[in-house]
Nanobody, 123 residues
């Protein structure tokens, strides 16, 4: 089992920044690819960013490319999502997810999920 706990969400004005963290416990974190997904009210969950278990490979949704950066610190069992130039359309609950040896935009490839953290961007 892998337990994931997100933090760092909050209310920010458009153009501002936030950094989300996802702390993992349980099995070997360095064997898990990590993803960030988000779900806005009334919408389906969508992919945001992913990083391979080594940290070398990354994927981004087109909507966040150039604004968001995913990174990980395997020594701290933590994955981060740095979000800059935030827009009101980035408002959502953000979830981190873990998948064994996964680097994917597909949420079905991930086995473990956190409880989510709310990000609200005001205009």
């Amino acid at each position: 089992q892998v337990q994931l706990v997100e933090s760092g969400g909050g209310l920010v004005q458009a153009g501002g920044s936030l950094r989300l963290s996802c702390a993992a416990s349980g099995r070997t974190f360095s064997s898990y690819g990590m993803g960030w997904f988000r779900q806005a009210p009334g919408k389906e969950r969508e992919f945001v960013a992913a990083i391979s278990w080594t940290g070398v490979g990354t994927y981004y949704a087109d909507s966040v490319k150039g604004r968001f950066t995913i990174s990980r610190d395997n020594a701290k069992n933590t994955v981060y999502l740095q979000m800059n130039s935030l827009k009101p359309e980035d408002t959502a609950v953000y979830y981190c997810a873990a998948g064994y040896l996964v680097l994917s935009t597909n949420d079905r490839r991930y086995d473990y999920w956190g409880q989510g953290t709310q990000v609200t961007v005001s205009s």
